[in-house]
């Protein structure tokens, strides 16, 4: 199948929806939602939308002081992880559109331009968290974190070229490598960085980085379904493109996300902050890791977990598990469908 971009307007297009197709269809571009075939792609966008908010909405005073409190070994923990934050939801603010030019179907268009929103946000967060919590000449060090340390650019660097190989090359095959890079950014890539903010949470610290993280974690989940969504479909309606040759390929940019993240997680809190141990963090992302592949029919990597060693994690992101947020200033779950469970799309 060759794989070509949509044009702004394609006065040939087909309004059928039932002949509407999530990549190689013959759409107008026009957004119609009054007759859509992806039932759950509407639902998800309105529940996006519902999940608006405003970064600065939540005072960081308090982590001000704590920042200064915190222990050598936890200051350079949040500083890494939030670097890396702000370069994994910079590119997606611009990859995304990138991806959106091949879909034909108006109301996943919607869902991926707010997802790209929704990215910009969380980048905005990271801003207003550096500018409340340290000192200007702290916050440019972290921005330029990666050129110093290797182990963060190499993190980089491996989403970025499946990305770039997808904009070099749009082929079928590149653009499902993309999808999939994105479902694992999504779905893996943050998480030994968002246990990390919980383990400061339970401690009593920095709690207003937390109530962030939380919101940021809310979108991400919404994200991770949608590129679980548009995977099933464009494997449903395009099963010769999914050989065993490609499929495998797909689990193998699984397993090197997987290794990445572990040894990424092991680097930055070297058995230092309790609560996360090399081996818990190791067991958790490839419990994830097997979450994943499940949720996309792909057979997963590691039978032998089973277990999810953090449990504790999934209670304490929960937003709404707790009527207001620590500092008691309003409600956290702005959403009256903010607890969706988008994992059984």
């Known amino acids: 199948m060759e ?5 702004l307007f394609n006065e040939d297009g087909d309004r059928d929806w039932g002949k509407r197709r999530m990549i190689g269809g013959n759409t107008t571009n026009l957004i119609e939602l009054n007759n859509v075939k992806y039932d759950w792609a509407t639902k998800m966008y309105r529940n996006m939308m ?9 005072p960081l005073s308090q982590d001000a002081k704590d920042y200064k409190n915190l222990s050598l070994s936890e200051r350079n923990s949040y500083d890494k992880i939030i670097s890396f934050l702000i370069f994994l939801d910079s590119l997606q603010t611009a990859n995304l559109p990138n991806v959106n030019e091949y879909i034909t179907a108006p109301e996943v268009n919607l869902c991926l331009t707010v997802h790209t929103f929704q990215e910009a946000v ?17 916050r440019d060090q972290i921005y330029n974190l990666w050129r110093e340390d290797k182990n963060l650019l190499k993190r980089n660097r491996f989403i970025t070229d499946l990305y770039e190989n997808f904009i070099a090359n749009p082929s079928s095959q590149n653009l499902i490598k993309t999808i999939m890079a ?8 943050f998480y030994s960085g968002f246990s990390f903010f919980y383990a ?17 974690q809310r979108d991400e989940l919404t994200h991770l379904a949608l590129f679980q969504g548009i995977f099933r479909e464009v494997r449903k309606e395009n099963p010769e493109l ?50 994943r592949l ?9 039978p032998e977990v089973v277990e999810h ?6 209670s304490f992101s929960n937003m709404n598990g707790m009527k207001t947020d620590f500092f008691e200033q309003k409600v956290t779950n702005y959403s009256k469908s903010s607890n969706l469970n988008w994992g059984d799309l």
């Open 3 to 7: 794989l070509q971009k949509k044009k």
């Open 50 to 58: 519902n999940n608006f908010w405003i970064p600065e909405e939540i």
């Open 122 to 138: 969380h980048s905005q967060s990271y801003s207003y968290i550096l500018d409340s919590v340290c000192q200007a000449d702290v």
């Open 182 to 189: 994105n479902y694992i950014l999504e779905g893996i890539y």
């Open 200 to 216: 400061l949470g339970r401690q009593g610290k920095m709690l207003g980085t937390v109530s962030e993280i939380k919101y940021i």
């Open 242 to 291: 999914f050989t065993p040759v490609l499929v495998e390929e797909l689990r193998q940019m699984m397993r090197t996300a997987v290794e990445h993240e572990i040894e990424w997680g092991q680097y930055i809190t070297n058995n230092q902050i309790p609560g996360i141990t090399n081996e818990i963090i190791d067991q958790y992302i490839k419990f994830l890791s097997n979450e």
């Open 294 to 302: 499940k949720k996309l029919n792909l057979e997963i990597l590691f």
């Open 309 to 314: 060693p953090m449990k504790w994690v999934e």
